[in-house]
């Protein structure tokens, strides 16, 4: 049997590292994302001791910049022949609306925006290797509006708002993408990962929190289970399928989500 390769952005720590963990220990070749050397090879080093996997490969990348996620989808295009998973899990929380490099704010980009790209920017190869493509979204996306002039913040911030608003637009963007990718052999889904003990909940919430092994598991069950591989633009919560913000069943507001990403990554340049 074909070893599954499976990458995972932001996995030097939280449910990223928990993922990768488990994944490499059922055999799969593992793709760390991360952007710090000295962590990504912290992980890399936990993953050969705990499962005797060595074949990993890391990968830096700071998703506050479109430019290092598109060198990142670059190298991966000409270095990789496969990409059977792409689990999309990188995220932040942060009180304070700032903007990054290119002008976005943060929690919009990092959250959604680079994801958006990078999965674009991959989808040559990912279709190739009819992938399965796994967005990481929240419960709270279901409190989340949609305020067309307020997408990055321009009128009002707060932290959960920018929060919640990044994890709805992660679950438009599954259900948009699954659309478009249907006949293809491609799949993709989103899932609430649950309450876990990570540093973004601790940013956000006075809360304690699950093992995040609990949300590896979620994550590890999505990219590779055979109950859901027919299944597709789908929301999962404690690996069942679950009912997404009625907002999601607007194709309308979802194209619009879509066409504003583009317009932003073509000003962008």
Not at 41 to 69: H, P, Q, W
Not at 117 to 143: C, F, G, M, Q, Y
Not at 235 to 242: G, I, K, V
Not at 243 to 249: A, F, H, K, R
Request: charged letters at 25%.
């Amino acid at each position: 049997m074909k070893q599954k390769v499976i990458c995972i952005t932001g996995s030097t720590d939280g449910i990223g590292r928990a993922a990768a963990l488990q994944l490499a220990g059922k055999g799969s070749r593992v793709i760390l994302h991360g952007r710090n050397s000295e962590r990504l090879e912290k992980v890399k080093g936990e993953i050969a001791l705990y499962t005797g996997c060595s074949n990993i490969r890391e990968i830096k990348a700071d998703f506050s910049s479109l430019d290092e996620v598109a060198l990142m989808a670059e190298t991966l295009l000409e270095s990789e022949q496969s990409i059977d998973v792409l689990i999309n899990n990188a995220g932040l929380y942060s009180e304070r609306r700032e903007l990054t490099v290119d002008g976005f704010e943060t929690t919009f980009a990092v959250n959604y925006l680079a994801h958006f790209h990078l999965t674009l920017l991959l989808e040559p190869l990912l279709l190739k290797s009819r992938a399965r493509i796994v967005n990481v979204s929240s419960v709270d996306h279901l409190s989340a509006d949609f305020d067309i002039g307020n997408i990055q913040g321009e009128r009002h911030y707060t932290g959960y708002n920018a929060y919640a608003f990044s994890k709805l637009c992660n679950v438009m963007f599954t259900v948009e993408h699954a659309e478009r990718l249907k006949g293809t052999g491609a799949t993709v889904n989103t899932l609430d990962p649950g309450i876990l003990a990570t540093k973004l909940l601790h940013a956000g919430w006075s809360l304690s929190g699950e093992d995040p092994v609990y949300g590896g598991d979620r994550l590890a069950w999505l990219a590779l289970s055979k109950d859901v591989a027919a299944l597709t633009g789908c929301y999962f919560e404690n690996n069942r399928q679950a009912s997404y913000s009625p907002l999601v069943n607007d194709r309308q507001l979802r194209q619009q989500l879509w066409d504003i990403s583009e317009k932003m990554l073509e000003a962008k340049g």
